[in-house]
């Protein structure tokens, strides 16, 4: 089984008109994800061509050759006309929230917002609009999601690894593709990369209780980073509600103070936020934390082998 994304369901892209979509839809076709159209109001009726060729373990349908994917002016036409579920966002920082609400407003389940740079009051405003529609978001400013095998909707590398017991949130995209790496060896069920922005739709919480209910996923990885309470929150959630080994990174032990690093939220203030605090949090609750990816992914393997040794 995954999380949140399954092999069946229906892609639209939002932008995929653009360079970034036009260059990711056709990775995502390449990768066996159904998608399914476009939604460019100014390119409705026409379609776009990709030239794809299988890549990755959830490919064995794709043939190599070219695939026509037509163009809706709106993203209800796009579900209406084509019955997906699932919206992925490449549009630019100023038109986001708009293109979010449209897709949430057209019944979307589920919509991964790629975009880098939307600003927090905006993603505050479409965060409590899904919200309240019931739509889950993921994102701003994340790599979206991957289950290996099946789908894989964003701009997650779809050939690191393949199926597997892992389960994967993280806050940074490059960590998400490093610890598949270093895990290929076991596979995952789902990474998620939620974000770094101060405010993202999908939370650590809510995919560690996607992964606790999920049988197929044994071990969970999650990575974290500085600045926010994220990791603590997500550590007191662990110590009520998550049953299974989880082991966790958090980026930026060697952050300076007052300096942000890389995301809009990885910014240390005084004694809020730091690598160190989270760490305590974490192990304090019986998450073992790496001091390196490498580290983590040992720790993860030998919480999976400890699990299969009885």
């Known amino acids: 089984m995954s999380i949140f994304l399954s092999h069946s369901d229906r ?15 056709r990775r995502m076709l390449s990768a066996g994800t159904k998608v399914v ?6 390119k409705a009726g026409t379609s776009v061509d990709f030239e794809v060729s299988p890549i990755g373990p959830g490919s064995g349908e794709v043939k190599a050759g070219t695939v026509s994917v037509p163009v809706y002016g ?7 006309a084509t019955g997906a579920e699932v919206s992925v966002v490449f549009v630019p920082p100023a038109f ?25 009051a905006d993603a505050t405003v479409f965060r409590a609009y899904a919200a309240a529609h019931g739509t889950q978001i993921i994102g701003p400013n994340c790599p979206g999601i991957i289950s290996p095998a099946k789908s894989n909707v964003g701009i997650t590398p779809p050939d690191i690894t393949g199926a597997g017991p892992v389960g ?18 076991l596979g995952f069920t789902t990474c998620i990369g939620i974000g770094g922005d101060p405010v993202v739709g999908t939370t650590h919480i809510d995919a560690l209780a996607g992964f606790e209910a999920d049988p197929d996923t044994e071990v969970i990885v999650m990575i974290g980073e500085i600045g926010g309470d994220a990791e603590e929150r997500a550590a007191a959630y662990i110590s009520e509600h998550v049953t299974k080994p989880v082991v966790a990174y958090v980026a930026g032990f060697t952050a300076p103070e007052g300096k942000t690093m890389g995301h809009a939220g990885a910014i240390v203030s005084g004694s809020s936020g730091t690598a160190a605090a989270k760490k305590v949090a974490l192990e304090a609750v019986g998450v073992k934390v790496g001091r390196t990816p490498t580290e983590t992914a040992e720790l993860a393997r030998a919480a999976y082998q400890e699990l299969h040794a009885n």
């Open 11 to 25: 892609v639209l892209v939002q932008g995929m008109t653009g360079s970034e979509g036009q260059k990711h839809t």
């Open 37 to 42: 159209g476009g939604v460019n109001p100014r």
């Open 74 to 80: 709106t993203v209800a036409e796009g579900k209406a």
């Open 96 to 120: 986001t929230k708009s293109a979010v609400i449209e897709a949430v407003d057209a019944g979307m389940r589920l919509v991964v917002v790629i975009t880098e740079g939307v600003p927090v």
């Open 168 to 185: 994967l949130v993280s806050k940074s995209g490059t960590l998400t593709y490093q610890l598949m790496y270093e895990l290929r060896d």
